[in-house]
């Protein structure tokens, strides 16, 4: 029990289980498998992105370019299918290698030149954002074709409620979880995430002990493209559109999400189970507020106190520990 | 010496412009503990950089391993050789567990991509039973203590067929008894034929664990010694080449006022009833193992960690101290333990270092700083202090560490304070800048300010101070005067208690 | 003695004077022009305040993610304040003294930001860069909350004239700038705050144990960034004519851009007022220089960000070049 409380994640949980609570006794619809299903599939793309950015923050780096990586890979992919035609398979393919490629970019700018990630990220954020807006215009895509409408609506399975309604988990969602799922085997069970945790320790250490710190990089901030091209794809297929200044602007609040599940900026600490519960947390208090009728305009605000309330809490817990102590005889 | 593990004959090794290594021979027989001592500077360093091949050595030189010329030498083929480094600093990951970093070159090695968490443990706990230590393996490695850090690095090594382990100054951060467990440790590998490099400031250390000494000066060997027969001051004058003038410190003060006196000063959980005065002229010693709460009282009485109860007088008057800023007002300095992280701004410049403590006393009638004030000050104390450096604005990571100990003096002379406190002055500087750090230690004590010195090297509070006194477990428990006792009576007192 | 070298400086003041001159062969007859050069000094103090504020707290290795939502907040507080009590058609007797008490209000608004700020890093020792998004995200929602997300205008004249008047041929803003940089280049070289700015943002622990109050200088140091923030938020509330949530939002990683291409450490401990100068001047001449190119202002921020991969790159091997030098 005692080693529970040690734990981040748990405090996290507490607070979810203690908001849940509270939306539940003044609107039950919050706790219906519906409305999870549906927060579930229009939290997908912050998911997906947030599982990007856990990996980076491990491996002691940030990056901040993904939102500008995803809009392109969406841009790209939806202009690709819409002139040449294609199918899902294609439109992934297209993402994934924009996405990695891009990423590829960061990591060798990083690893050659030395340059601090996060500043690395934003010039590279805004190099990617701002070509795309000058060769594409701005201009927003509608005519999106029509299997990659019916793709959206996919579920694994379908459920019914009382009136009849359908719901059920969408493939998009499913994606999310597998990737999930497909993070934590790399994270866990491959020398490559432990070398990422080992490098995000120490960089140092690392290089001596004869990890491929370039390869680990590279591998890094490629997954990082490879999440952000899949999320803008998820983003293209929830809402059907292609606007290419409706992802770049929310970079810091995917990364207040993943800081959220504990996650450190100082790298070498973090899990995906936290992300998952910093996702969650940002999610039902969004759906929360909604389903208790409280204006849009507190959502900021909670938002805001969530994060400062919880860096401050594990920060002070942090200072507790390092209170030293000897053995004074006669005490 | 027939049962040869390593050969090396005819090693140079030139920066440019700098000779680090001048054909140097050494060897190290299987199983010897075999120790390299020499100041900063003077190739020792270099020469462990070439035995791991981390460094290639100039032409001329040649290296064999079991008999086996070495030619193209990569730290791989150190590693295949069975050679492993463990540096100062461990290399060891803070954020994973014991078992993965005991286990990780293997994982590393092995061919697999997948991690077999079963093999992790096998792999850690197989060589945790080769020293006979036992340290949970699923603790995280910042949870640990320095010792059991190490014990860690010891057992990564152990894990592939280690038969020549390099130590880098193991035992600057343990205590005496970890040191003696480390010593254990050490025996126990040589017992399995496994031969030990290391390289220690500590003399005493050295004789009581080598078999043999290589001395190294100014890049040139200058012997390889049993260590049976060598002393404390023969080794010294191998090393330096000078010989060391002890000279005591005695003063007769006690007819004057007390600058300062502790009465019953207590923090719980760090020292308790500490009572003790400080007279115009005193060098004070303390010394005691680490962890016996004499850091800690420093830091009290300089007011980082106020003290809970008791009553501190300066001259007489009855003061608390709450913080740095008061210490400093009453006439406190302090000089950490640790140069590099709390002693000095490594990264900024010498001049800026050296007056941090004073820059308020260094304005004109606006409140600002005024350069012509700034800059006579830190001419000054570069002078005073006859501080060596390249230029006022090269950062101090570029001075050696005689120099930067100097700085450190500096900035606290600077204030003119009362009182100061060094705790671990000479930690890590070469013996000649210790006797000119201690030189100029005496002159302020000389010029009537109180100085206590907080040392584990018996010989250093021995022969500066003129009274010590011994902390354990957060009690003074024994206080000597330097003209009646010997350095052999305050060791012992230290002993016994631990 | 040698002098050791701010090469960092040297290579980009040799950038600014390259592309200046760049973009005056590329514009012939019209960079040059006083009406060119004037937008200029226009458009550079609200970008170049809000770097100040990012700056300083970079120095401390720390960074303030709640500038613009300051600005932001600060402009809302004071816009209240003025639309309230003064008819812009016909202002009563007296609206100097309302603009000053709301200008102040505002500026007021933005020290209990960086109070909030300096207390959570100092204090509590929460990561800068977290505690700052957290401030961020709270003071975005307040100001959302109190403008129900409209956007406040009908300013009197006089505010306008801070962000659009001009004094013998110089605009008011840039003269504003001019006195809040050589101001922050005070504080920074002169007063025992600056230099205490340095040296904690180089190693706290050292500076802690030399007697160097850690605490009071950080919560010194947000309160003069947040400070600086409201300035900016005068300069966005006369140059909009009006105040809202979420103006500027795009400035906020450019002001990190901008210090770090001015020389700033972002690990903390360097960097001066005069790179960072430089650099905005950088950044203004390539924005002014594309835009009479009737380029994209897009494009314009695709060059930022090529300059300060280039400039770090060039640093890089300066910085390699010393090395050797010195083996």
């Known amino acids: 029990m005692k080693n529970l409380f040690k734990h981040h994640e748990t405090y996290v949980l507490l607070v979810i289980i203690v908001f849940s609570a509270i939306i539940t006794t003044i609107n039950p619809n919050f706790l219906t498998l519906e409305n999870f299903f549906d927060l579930a599939k229009s939290y997908s793309f912050i998911g997906i992105l947030a599982v990007g950015v856990t990996i980076v923050l491990i491996s002691g780096g940030i990056d901040i370019s993904f939102t500008a990586v995803a809009t392109v890979g969406e841009y790209v992919m939806a202009v690709m299918v819409i002139k040449y035609g294609g199918n899902m398979f294609t439109a992934v393919l297209l993402v994934a290698v924009v996405g990695i490629a891009l990423g590829m970019i960061n990591a060798v700018l990083i690893y050659f030149f030395n340059i601090p990630t996060i500043i690395t990220t934003i010039a590279t954020l805004n190099i990617y954002y701002g070509i795309l807006i000058v060769i594409s215009g701005g201009k927003w895509i509608y005519a999106l074709p029509d299997w990659f409408r019916n793709f959206a609506d996919i579920r694994l399975f379908t459920l019914r409620t009382a009136q009849g309604l359908e719901y059920g988990l969408s493939i998009i969602t499913a994606t999310w979880f597998a990737i999930i799922i497909i993070a934590w085997i790399i994270l866990r069970y491959t020398k490559l995430g432990r070398g990422i945790y080992a490098m995000g320790g120490s960089m140092n250490a690392a290089r001596r002990a004869g990890f491929n710190i370039f390869g680990i990089q590279m591998f890094v901030y490629s997954f990082m493209g490879l999440m952000a091209g899949i999320a803008g794809l998820v983003q293209a297929l929830l809402v059907q559109t292609v606007a290419p200044n409706s992802i770049v602007g929310k970079e810091l609040d995917v990364i207040a999400a993943v800081v959220l599940g504990g996650a450190s900026l100082a790298g070498g600490s973090g899990t995906l189970f936290g992300t998952i519960l910093g996702v969650t947390l940002i999610a039902i208090m969004g759906n929360g507020l909604t389903l208790m009728r409280v204006s849009s305009f507190w959502y900021d605000v909670f938002i805001g106190l969530v994060i400062i309330i919880s860096v401050g809490f594990s920060a002070y817990q942090r200072r507790e520990k390092v209170k030293r102590t000897i053995l004074v005889e006669g005490e | ?498 | 003695m040698k002098k050791y070298k701010h090469s960092e400086l040297i290579v980009l003041g040799a950038v600014m004077t390259a592309l200046f001159l760049l973009m005056v062969v590329l514009n012939p007859g019209e960079f040059l022009r006083i009406g060119n050069l004037q937008t200029m000094a226009f458009q550079l103090p609200e970008l170049g305040l809000l770097s100040l504020a990012m700056m300083v707290t970079m120095l401390t290795g720390g960074i303030n993610l709640s500038i613009i939502a300051t600005a932001n907040m600060s402009g809302i507080v004071t816009a209240l304040i003025l639309t309230g009590a003064i008819n812009p058609e016909a202002p009563p007797p007296g609206a100097g003294g309302i603009i000053l008490l709301a200008v102040a209000a505002g500026l007021l608004t933005a020290l209990v930001i960086g109070l909030l700020n300096g207390l959570l890093v100092a204090r509590l020792k929460v990561s800068p860069i977290l505690a700052t998004l957290g401030t961020m995200t709270l003071v975005n929602g307040l100001a959302i909350v109190t403008t129900r997300g409209y956007v406040i205008s009908g300013l009197p004249n006089a505010v306008r004239f801070i962000g659009n008047g001009v004094v013998l041929g110089i605009p008011v803003g840039a003269i504003i700038f001019i006195l809040c940089a050589a101001l922050m280049a005070l504080i920074l070289n002169r007063t025992p705050l600056g230099f205490n700015i340095y040296m904690l943002g180089s190693n706290p622990v050292a500076s802690r144990y030399s007697g160097v109050n850690n605490t009071t200088v950080i919560i010194k140091t947000y309160l003069i960034s947040s400070l600086y923030a409201g300035f900016a938020a005068l300069i966005m509330l006369s140059r909009f004519n009006s105040a809202k949530a979420g103006y500027g939002k795009s400035y906020l990683l450019i002001t990190i851009l901008a210090s770090v291409l001015g020389g700033t450490s972002a690990a903390g401990g360097f960097g001066r007022v005069s790179g960072l100068v430089m650099a905005l001047v950088i950044l203004q001449v390539v924005s002014s220089g594309l835009n009479l190119l009737r380029v994209s202002s897009f494009l314009t921020i695709t060059f930022w960000g090529v300059i300060i991969i280039l400039v770090m790159v060039m640093n890089f091997f300066s910085a390699k070049l010393k090395e050797r030098r010195l083996v």
């Open chain 2, 1 to 498: 010496m027939t049962d040869l593990f390593l050969s090396m004959k005819n090693i140079s090794k030139r920066y440019t412009g700098v000779k680090a290594l001048d054909r140097v021979d050494f060897e190290i027989a299987r199983g010897e503990i075999h120790c390299l001592v020499g100041e900063n500077g003077s190739g020792k360093s270099t020469l462990i950089k070439i035995i791991s091949g981390v460094v290639k050595p100039d032409s001329g030189a040649r290296i064999e391993v079991e008999g086996d010329v070495i030619l193209h030498h990569h730290s791989i083929d150190s590693i295949l050789k069975g050679i492993e480094v463990i540096y100062q600093d461990l290399s060891l990951f803070p954020n994973l567990t014991v078992a993965e970093n005991i286990s990780l070159s293997q994982t590393i090695a092995s061919r697999s991509k997948i991690i077999n968490w079963r093999r992790v443990r096998e792999i850690s706990e197989k060589a945790m039973a080769r020293i006979g230590v036992h340290i949970p393996l699923d603790e995280q490695i910042d949870n640990l203590s320095i010792a059991d850090q190490q014990l860690v690095a010891i057992c990564r090594a152990l894990t592939s067929e280690v038969k020549l382990l390099i130590l880098d100054e193991p035992t600057s951060a343990l205590t005496r008894k970890e040191v003696e467990s480390l010593f254990t440790v050490i025996k126990d590998l040589q017992a399995k034929g496994i031969a030990t490099l290391f390289i220690s400031h500590k003399l005493d250390e050295v004789l009581q664990i080598a078999e043999k000494v290589t001395i190294l000066r100014d890049g040139k060997k200058i012997e390889t010694l049993p260590s049976r027969g060598l002393t404390d001051e023969k080794l010294t004058f191998l090393m330096t080449g000078e010989k060391m003038e002890y000279s005591r410190y005695t003063i007769d003060n006690r007819h004057e006022e007390p600058l300062l006196e502790a009465r019953q000063l207590s923090i719980q959980g760090n020292f308790r009833d500490i009572s003790f005065k400080l007279y115009p002229g005193d060098i004070l010693g303390i010394t005691g193992l680490l962890g016996s709460g004499r850091t800690e009282l420093a830091e009290a009485l300089f007011g980082m960690n106020p003290f809970e109860s008791g009553d501190l007088f300066i001259e007489g008057r009855k003061i608390s101290i709450k913080s740095v800023q008061e210490a400093i007002r009453l006439g406190i300095g302090y000089v950490p333990e640790n140069r590099l992280v709390q002693g000095l701004v490594m990264n900024q410049s010498v001049a800026k270092n050296i007056i941090i403590t004073t820059i308020t006393r260094l304005l004109n009638k606006f409140k600002l700083i005024d350069p012509e004030k700034r800059q006579r000050s830190i001419t000054r104390w570069i002078k005073n202090l006859s501080i060596r450096i390249p230029a006022f604005d090269a950062p101090v990571h570029t001075l050696s560490g005689g120099n930067q100990q100097r700085v450190v003096l500096a900035k606290w002379i600077a204030t003119s304070p009362k009182v100061l406190i060094l705790d671990g002055p000479t930690v890590g500087i070469d013996v000649a800048a210790k006797s000119s750090i201690h030189d100029i230690i005496r002159d302020l004590a000389g010029r009537g300010m109180g100085i206590i010195i907080i040392s584990d090297e018996v010989p250093e509070v021995f022969h500066n101070c003129n009274r010590i006194m011994v902390m354990h477990k957060g009690r003074i428990i024994a206080e000597f005067d330097s003209t009646v006792t010997t350095e052999e009576e305050i060791q012992n007192c230290i002993n016994m208690a631990s």
